[in-house]
């Protein structure tokens, strides 16, 4: 059974900088999508990023693009979501999730991981 553990947030100004990490604990990251999705408060989950099996395809929700940045090291297990340039509006639980498909379709995720808690605030 795979299981995915973020790690990570925190708390952060407005304009700062955060890496985000999905690490694999049991199972394998390999052949799998990995999609990153935030949830805020009252707010349904929405899609940030993903990225595909192999690293070769990425996709950003436009309110990130040219500010988060998605990479995976599949070495390593672990995939990453680097968040710059930060807004109020990121503030979140970030989670990650695993599915055969990169997508921005939650159901398409069989795995997901509890989520890590990012702040933005001055």
């Known amino acids: 059974q795979l299981q995915l553990v973020e790690s990570g947030g925190g708390l952060m100004q407005p304009g700062g900088s955060l890496r985000l990490s999905c690490a694999a604990s049991s199972g394998t990251l390999d052949w799998l999508g990995i999609g990153w999705f935030r949830q805020a408060p009252g707010k349904e989950r929405e899609g940030v990023s993903y990225?595909?099996?192999?690293?070769?395809?990425?996709e950003y929700a436009d309110s990130v693009k040219g500010r988060f940045t998605i990479s995976r090291d599949n070495a390593k297990n672990t995939v990453y979501l680097q968040l710059n340039s930060l807004k109020p509006e990121d503030t979140g639980v970030y989670y990650c999730a695993a599915g055969p498909y990169s997508s921005w379709q939650l159901p398409r995720y069989n795995y997901w991981g509890q989520g890590t808690q990012v702040t933005v605030s001055s």
């Open positions: 990225i595909s099996s192999r690293g070769g395809t990425t």
